[in-house]
């Protein structure tokens, strides 16, 4: 059983389109995360949600809209991508209390490529 | 200059020997995370702490809060050790979660 599952596992696409990369998580967990890791495998954190609101934005463009359904889904769109916007995105999720204080569990990365 | 700093960036070590890893950092921390990213890119949470030491099998984690410092040793290193590790830091003041630039591990048989 996965634990937190992020689809698809790559995604090509063209300048200008828009993309939208899922995750689901089984774990009951409160508090769902997504991260980009550039191309220097260099780890930020994006948004954090908890209970389906957002309580971080960690000055990402709003181009990035975090969406959650329920709990257990926190899914990723990206409006006009740019060639920046390559990378690999993380979802994770952790316990309600303490957020980061918790340990987190990560989804296998979605890598994403534009051209 | 990073907030968040690891030494080594590599690392290459034989099969059995004792690792440390550093992690310093230049912000008030209330808490820090050690993680795992294998070859293939999946993220693992090693610890989570925010004083003293833990330990997991034959990993250990330690932490000095007053000297922004944290440590993760790998005792009787095996090659299924290779893989990067990360160092996280919750930011005090603003919960705000900074990531070091990763150390690469390779362990030779």
């Known amino acids: 059983d996965t634990a937190v599952s992020q689809t698809p596992k790559y995604l090509v696409t063209q300048m200008g389109n828009d993309k939208s990369i899922k995750c689901e998580q089984n774990?009951?967990?409160?508090?769902m995360y997504w991260y980009k890791q550039d191309s220097k495998k260099f780890l930020k954190i994006m948004f954090s949600?908890?209970?389906?609101?957002?309580?971080i934005n960690e000055t990402v463009p709003n181009r990035f809209s975090p969406k959650s359904p329920d709990k257990a889904h926190l899914n990723l769109h990206i409006n006009s991508l740019e060639l920046g916007d390559s990378a690999v995105y993380f979802c994770?999720?952790?316990?309600?209390?303490?957020?980061?204080?918790?340990?987190?569990?990560f989804g296998p990365g979605t890598r994403l490529t534009v051209l | 200059k990073n907030e968040v700093e690891q030494s080594p960036q590599n690392l290459t070590a034989q099969e059995g020997e004792f690792i440390t890893i550093n992690c310093s950092y230049s912000?008030?921390?209330?808490?820090l995370h050690w993680l795992q990213q294998h070859p293939g890119g999946g993220i693992v949470s090693l610890f989570m702490?925010?004083?003293g030491k833990k330990k997991h099998g034959r990993l250990i984690a330690t932490i000095n809060i007053q000297e922004k410092h944290s440590s993760l040793h790998i005792t009787a290193s095996h090659p299924r050790d290779s893989a990067v590790y990360i160092c996280?830091?919750?930011?005090?003041?603003?919960?705000?979660?900074?990531f070091g630039t990763g150390t690469r591990l390779q362990v030779f048989p």
């Open positions: 996280a830091a919750v930011g005090g003041d603003t919960d705000k979660l900074i």
């Open positions: 912000v008030g921390i209330s808490a």
């Open positions: 702490l925010s004083s």
């Open positions: 774990l009951g967990h409160d508090t």
């Open positions: 994770a999720s952790s316990p309600l209390e303490g957020g980061y204080y918790n340990e987190q569990f």
């Open positions: 949600y908890n209970n389906k609101e957002l309580i």
